[in-house]
């Protein structure tokens, strides 16, 4: 009896000591967030290539899973040693994953950048002859316009003062740290292109060892936590990895196939920057919700710089595009595959963004919709505890719950009971008086 008392209050207590260093941690976090993205920046930078590595091993993995199966089937067939078998298969399967994914981008770069190279060389040899056509815009309007020409005047005085006093005071000192920002950033490439090298290194041994790590991880999960627990978590988990796997996935091949339909409609209407316009439509996809956006605005402006005419078109092609995405192309590949809704989607995008730049706006949509599922599934066990229903319409016109009898009252009927409770009332009242 007394131990039992003991282990009683040792259990709150540790509640309670837990529960106070969560908090403080949270306040830490929240007060000193700036220090803790630096810090998560600096582990970033020295983790870099086994993050690299991961990404890639969870990108790859699904054709690996599917050619391991088909080498395993046909390897154990001829070879009688299994273990054999299954090793070579796997080795085979990584091998296949990285030729494919090597031909997939060396034949998109070899595609593409030629082109891409072309349109950026286009567009600076013919920014001289867009500033002239500016120019004549803006005399022929001053020349029809003749009240507009003091105050362009005035306004261009006070341009040239303020460029030459921000050349002066702020430019001059910063150049040295451009400089040296520049300096940084062709280093941060090459080092980039090293960490990614390395990274695909990792990236094999990952793939190698994938059913080992996932052992691994359920052993570490079932000697710490009760069954019942450990269960859960392994849940949680797996619906994270079909979320994840699911959204970034479809959202790629959705972006290519956009990026492909964007390229034909462009060429069939003979648009300026065609392949540049595409690559921008197609990688800024990504993006749920604001990419279409993000993509078609400087893309416009490009194209408005040739021809206002094909501007127009364009910007109607673009929203024609993503309807067809949005209500056709999208659904097929994606499904509900974050089961978010447009609300939520908004908000994670601008939470995400926010927070952690293009990054957030990429895995702010997965990443909300990993933590929505697991406030529904927490939220709907306690209410299935209370013999209370789980679906989300059956409280919209709910006024309260009975406490007798722990059942949902809506309120037309609270309405009625409440009259008749009142009539009540005033029959009482009518009888006393």
């Known amino acids: 009896m007394i131990k039992n008392s003991y282990k009683k209050y040792i ?151 303020h460029m030459e006093s921000w050349i002066s005071a702020e430019l001059m000192p910063t150049l040295n740290v451009w400089v040296a920002k520049l300096t940084t950033g062709i280093l941060g490439i090459f080092s980039s292109m090293f960490n990614l090298l390395i990274g695909v290194i990792v990236s094999v041994y990952v793939l190698m060892s994938r059913q080992k790590f996932v052992g691994q991880g359920k052993k570490i999960l079932y000697a710490l936590m009760k069954p019942d627990v450990a269960n859960n978590i392994l849940t949680i988990m797996r619906q994270s990895n079909k979320i994840f796997g699911g959204f970034i996935s479809g959202k790629l091949i959705d972006s290519l196939i956009i990026g492909i339909i964007c390229f034909i409609g462009l060429y069939v209407m003979k648009t300026p920057y065609m392949v540049l316009v595409s690559v921008i439509v197609g990688v800024t996809n990504i993006i749920p919700f604001f990419g279409p956006y993000i993509g078609a605005i400087p893309s416009a402006f490009l194209i408005l710089l040739v021809d206002w005419r094909q501007c127009i078109y364009f910007v109607l092609f673009i929203v024609i595009l993503q309807q067809i995405d949005g209500n056709i192309i999208g659904p097929k590949i994606l499904g509900n595959s974050t089961g978010l809704s447009a609300f939520w989607v908004v908000f994670s995008i601008l939470l995400g963004g926010g927070l952690f730049g293009f990054a957030g706006m990429l895995l702010g949509v997965p990443v909300f919709a990993v933590i929505y599922y697991m406030i529904k599934t927490y939220i709907e066990w306690r209410l299935r505890k209370k013999n209370l229903p789980t679906a989300s319409e059956d409280y919209c016109t709910v006024a309260y719950v009975a406490s007798e009898s722990n059942t949902l009252v809506y309120q037309q009927e609270a309405e009625e009971k409440e009259g008749i409770f009142k009539k009540i009332l005033k029959k009482e009242k009518e009888e006393e008086s």
Do not use: H
Request: glycine share 6%.
């Open 11 to 161: 259990v709150w207590g540790i509640t309670g000591f837990c529960v106070m260093a969560a908090s403080l941690l949270f306040f830490f976090f929240m007060f000193r967030l700036g220090e803790v993205k630096l810090l998560l920046a600096k582990i970033f930078r020295i983790l870099a290539p086994v993050i690299y590595g991961l990404v890639i091993a969870y990108l790859l993995g699904p054709i690996v899973n599917f050619w391991d199966r088909k080498l395993n089937i046909v390897l154990e067939k001829y070879m009688k040693n299994t273990g054999r078998a299954e090793k070579i298969a796997k080795g085979g399967a990584v091998l296949i994953a990285l030729i494919m994914a090597t031909v997939i981008v060396v034949g998109l770069l070899l595609l593409v950048l030629p082109r891409l190279i072309e349109s950026v060389k286009t567009i600076v040899d013919s920014f001289p002859a867009y500033i002239v056509q500016i120019q004549n815009v803006t005399e022929q309007l001053l020349e029809n316009y003749p009240e507009l020409e003091s105050a362009a005047g005035e306004a261009y005085n006070r341009m040239i003062y």
